[in-house]
C-alpha cells in the first residue's frame, strides 16, 4: 500500500491535467498526478488529435481578411448549443467564459509558451442551413504546428521542469477506484496498482492488480477523459428520443482504456452528472488500415464536395453535406437506421479535400516539416489519403461509375445499389456547373466558399463535374459511424469544484476536461464548433488549476 501526501492530487495525465498541474506548481503547491496507463501515454489523447484550437478575430484571420469578432462567434455558439435545460446555467456560464478567453488572452499566452500555427485557418462546421442555425460563419479552426504533440509540448516541458524540481510528482500505472471521504470532505483517493505495461502508446494495457493505494491531499481534481472508448456507456447514454436506436456497428475514435469508470464512480459517490446524452461522435469515420486499438477509426474532415449518398445510393437531403455540422447529419443518418453512409468523389476532390483526423495521419505538420508540408499543394494525393485509397477496407477506386457502383455493392455484400439511381444523382448535380449560378445548395456553398483565398488555395476544389474523365478516377468512401467524445459530464462551478446532488459543491473535489463536459458538465450544449475541445482542456485546466491554488 502507497501512503504519500501532498497538496493536490490530479487524476489523468491528458492535456487538462498536465495544464492544472502547472498551474499549480507555479503557485508553489506540490501536485501528485496519477494515470491508470504508463508514461508512454502522457498527454492522453491530446496527443491523437489534429490540433485545432478555436480563436475569435485571430491574427491569421485577418491576414486572411476574413472578419470574425465575440458578438459573431457568441451568436454562432449559441445557436450550436441550443442550451434548453434548466442544468444548462453552469454549462452556459464556462460558454461565456470560454469565448472571452478565445476572443481574448487565449492566443498570446499559447504563443509565449511556443506554439503556432498553420497561417490557413480551417473552416470546420460550415453550417449552410441558415445564418440563425448551428454552423461557424466564418473559418476559426487553427491548425497547431505539431498538430497534437505541439499543444502538448509547453504543459509536457513545464511539468518536467516542475518534476525535476520536486513540485511535480507522476505515478503511472495508478488506476483511482474511488474517493477518500472524511465528513463528507474529499481527503484523497484509493485505488489499484496495475502491473507495468510496456504497449505502444494507445495499445489495450494489461488490467492485471499487483497492489493497492491510498493517497491523501487537501484537494483531487479529477481529469479522467470521457467515454468514448467504452461503448457499454456510449449505448446507456444514447438518446434515442432525438438520434433513434444506437448504431450496431460502432467504430472507436479513442483507446479503449477511454472508458469513463472513474466518473460512474463518482457519481455513485454522490458527484451531479448532468448532459451524459450530449455526445460527439462523427459520421465520416473509416477503419484504420493500420490500427493501435480496438475498432480504431480515423475520421475524414471533408471539404463541401463531395456527393453524400445513404445506402440506397439517394443523396442526403440539403443541408446534409460533407462538413456542414456533424451532429444533425449523424441524427439524419441514425433516426433512418443507415449502418453506413458513402462519399462519391473523383481523384481531384480527394486531392484537395480530404484531410485525416489526427497526429499520426498528418506526418508533415506534426513533424513541422515545411518541405513536406508544402508538397500539399502538388500534383499527388497526401500519403496518408493514398494509403487508405490504397489499403483501407471502406474505399472502392474505379475507372467508370459503372464499376465503381459494382465495386460499392460488392464491398457491402448487396445489391442495395442500381446504378440508374447513382447516376442520375451524380448527373442532376453535374448538369448544374454549366451555368455560374443555379439551384443546387451544395454548389452554392461550394462557390461561396471559394470566395475566402485560404479556402480556395488549401480547402475547397474548382467545381467541376465528377464523371469528367481528366479528374478521375471516380472513388466511393464508405463512411462509418465513430465515437468520439463526451459533451456531457461533471456539474462544475466557474472555479472546477464539483457539485453534489444538492447543487451545492462537494469540498475538496475538481474537476475539469472532457470530465466536466470540457467545463461546467458541458459547455457545448447540443453542438460543437470544433477546435473546442483541446480548448477546453487548456481553459479548463487553466482556471481550475489556479482557483484551486488560490483558495489552498
Known amino acids: ?91 452556459r456560464k464556462w460558454a461565456e467564459a470560454y469565448l472571452e478567453f478565445a476572443a481574448g488572452e487565449k492566443r498570446e499566452w499559447l504563443r509565449q509558451q511556443g506554439m503556432r500555427w498553420f497561417p490557413a485557418v480551417g473552416w470546420a462546421e460550415r453550417g449552410g442551413a441558415g445564418a440563425s442555425l448551428a454552423g461557424n460563419s466564418v473559418p476559426r479552426f487553427h491548425l497547431t504546428w505539431g498538430t497534437g504533440p505541439g499543444v502538448l509540448e509547453p504543459f509536457v516541458r513545464r511539468v518536467r521542469e516542475h518534476k525535476q524540481a520536486g513540485r511535480i510528482g507522476l505515478l503511472f500505472r495508478h488506476r483511482v477506484r474511488g474517493l477518500q471521504v472524511v465528513g463528507g470532505a474529499v481527503t484523497g483517493v484509493y485505488g489499484d496498482r496495475l502491473e507495468p505495461s510496456a504497449v505502444e502508446r494507445g495499445e489495450s494495457s494489461s488490467r492485471v492488480v499487483v497492489g493497492d493505494f491510498d493517497l491523501s491531499a487537501q484537494a483531487v481534481l479529477v481529469t479522467s477523459g470521457g467515454i468514448g472508448g467504452n461503448h457499454e456507456l456510449v449505448r446507456r447514454y444514447w438518446p434515442t428520443e432525438r438520434l433513434g436506436p444506437a448504431p450496431r456497428h460502432l467504430l472507436s475514435g479513442v483507446p479503449k482504456h477511454v472508458d469513463g469508470l472513474l466518473q460512474q464512480q463518482l457519481v455513485a459517490q454522490g458527484a451531479s452528472l448532468i448532459n451524459p446524452d450530449r455526445m460527439w461522435h462523427y459520421t465520416e469515420g473509416l477503419h484504420n488500415w493500420n490500427p493501435i486499438w480496438p475498432g480504431h477509426a480515423i475520421r475524414v474532415l471533408p471539404g463541401p464536395s463531395s456527393l453524400w449518398l445513404d445506402p440506397s445510393g439517394r443523396r442526403l437531403p440539403f443541408p446534409h453535406i460533407p462538413g456542414a455540422s456533424s451532429y444533425d447529419t449523424l441524427g439524419h443518418i441514425t433516426t433512418n437506421g443507415y449502418p453506413y453512409t458513402w462519399f462519391l468523389l473523383n481523384r481531384s476532390i480527394i486531392k484537395k479535400e480530404f484531410s485525416l483526423s489526427g497526429s499520426e495521419q498528418n506526418p508533415d505538420i506534426t513533424g513541422r516539416d515545411i518541405g513536406l508540408t508544402l508538397k500539399r499543394g502538388g500534383k499527388n494525393v497526401q500519403a496518408p489519403v493514398q494509403a487508405f485509397m490504397d489499403r483501407g477496407q471502406d474505399f472502392v477506386v474505379r475507372g467508370t461509375l459503372a464499376e465503381l457502383v459494382r465495386g460499392m455493392n460488392e464491398l457491402v455484400g448487396s445489391d442495395l445499389l442500381e446504378y440508374a439511381v447513382v447516376e442520375r444523382e451524380v448527373r442532376d448535380r453535374d448538369l448544374q456547373l454549366a451555368n455560374a449560378a443555379g439551384k443546387d445548395p451544395q454548389l452554392a456553398i461550394v462557390r461561396g466558399a471559394r470566395q475566402l483565398l485560404s479556402e480556395r488555395l488549401t480547402r475547397v476544389a474548382k467545381p467541376a463535374p465528377i464523371l469528367d474523365p481528366q479528374n478521375g478516377p471516380l472513388i466511393a468512401v464508405r463512411m462509418n459511424i465513430m465515437t468520439r467524445k463526451s459533451l456531457g459530464g461533471l456539474e462544475t462551478d466557474l472555479q472546477g469544484r464539483v457539485l453534489g446532488e444538492s447543487g451545492q459543491p462537494i469540498p475538496g473535489l475538481y474537476a475539469a476536461g472532457e470530465v466536466a463536459g470540457f467545463g461546467g458538465g458541458g459547455y457545448h450544449g447540443y453542438r460543437a464548433l470544433e477546435g473546442t475541445f483541446l480548448g477546453g482542456c487548456l481553459f479548463g485546466g487553466r482556471t481550475v488549476g489556479q482557483a484551486i491554488a488560490a483558495a489552498l
Open 1 to 91: 500500500m502507497t501512503e504519500l501526501q501532498t497538496d493536490v492530487i490530479v487524476v489523468g495525465a491528458g492535456l487538462a491535467g498536465l495544464v492544472a498541474a502547472a498551474e499549480l506548481a507555479d503557485a508553489g503547491k506540490r501536485v501528485l498526478i496519477l494515470d491508470q496507463e504508463g508514461e508512454q501515454n502522457l498527454g492522453g489523447q491530446a496527443f491523437w488529435s489534429l490540433g485545432g484550437l478555436f480563436f475569435v478575430d485571430s491574427p491569421e484571420q485577418r491576414r486572411l481578411q476574413i472578419t470574425d469578432s465575440l458578438e459573431l462567434a457568441w451568436r454562432d455558439w449559441m445557436t450550436a448549443a441550443a442550451f434548453d435545460r434548466p442544468e444548462d446555467y453552469w454549462p
